[in-house]
């Protein structure tokens, strides 16, 4: 798997993410979901530099420019809920492509730390031959991602796969690669100690979904 984890580099996503860990400031739901926004847009432009690219002339006022132009058609894919504002920064650079979302859950049937994950509501265009962006805040144990492309996928290739998470562990990468193609993209926006014995990420931002949306039942 090709792994790529942006906070290796100074940029303006490392404040973003310290935004949305603080406290103090993820507190405000409407700022928390703006900068998951933008933490979606800056992955979207770091994306961009792997997809294929055409020459195509553009008619100015003055004359004809030669420039490029993303040839590949993108499918933007989220884990709801809490991909929804992730997706919608990466919507907001790639806001020509189709989007679909799937859900997926962690259910604890015995009311302890054990789960297993469903995968139930899906909404999605055509994949055949297309670049999917498969999007999720949080990359924890991996299996959630691994189910929905599991589901995704079950009668559709796709010409190339990217998955882009604000947050990853070691463990979510490890189980990645242990059941994945080694030719996925990851995207990490960055890369944190572990999981805990409830299996959450350590230290993390708590909810993701909770932070943007509200509590759920």
């Known amino acids: 798997m090709h792994i790529h984890i942006i906070s290796e580099h ?8 310290a935004e949305i860990r603080d406290v103090n400031i993820q507190k405000d739901r ?25 020459s195509v002339d553009i008619q100015t006022p ?13 499918v933007l894919c ?22 679909g979302y799937i859900s997926a859950y962690r259910h604890h049937p015995n009311n302890d730390d054990f789960f297993e994950i469903v995968v139930q509501y899906q909404a999605a ?3 055949e031959n297309k670049t999917v962006i498969l999007i999720d805040p949080m990359l924890a144990t991996g299996q959630s991602i691994v189910a929905v492309l599991n589901k995704l996928l079950s009668k559709q290739t796709p010409k190339e796969i990217h998955i ?8 979510g990468i490890k189980y990645l690669e242990d059941h994945l193609s080694p030719n996925y993209h990851l995207w990490i926006g960055a890369l944190d100690d572990g999981l805990n014995e409830h299996k959450y990420i ?3 931002l708590g909810d993701a ?9």
């Open 202 to 204: 350590i230290p993390g």
């Open 78 to 99: 989220s884990i709801l809920r809490a991909g929804l504002t992730l997706h919608q920064g990466f919507l907001n650079y790639f806001d020509t492509a189709e989007n």
């Open 125 to 127: 265009p055509s994949l």
């Open 209 to 217: 979904g909770d932070l943007a949306f509200g509590e759920k039942l």
């Open 10 to 17: 100074e940029s303006l996503l490392n404040h973003f993410l």
């Open 30 to 54: 409407m700022r928390f979901r703006r900068n998951i926004e933008r933490i979606g847009e800056i992955m979207s432009y770091e994306i961009s530099k792997k997809l294929t690219f055409q």
């Open 62 to 74: 003055l004359g004809i420019k030669k420039t490029a132009a993303v040839k590949d058609q993108v």
């Open 164 to 171: 882009a998470v604000a947050i990853a562990t070691p463990e």
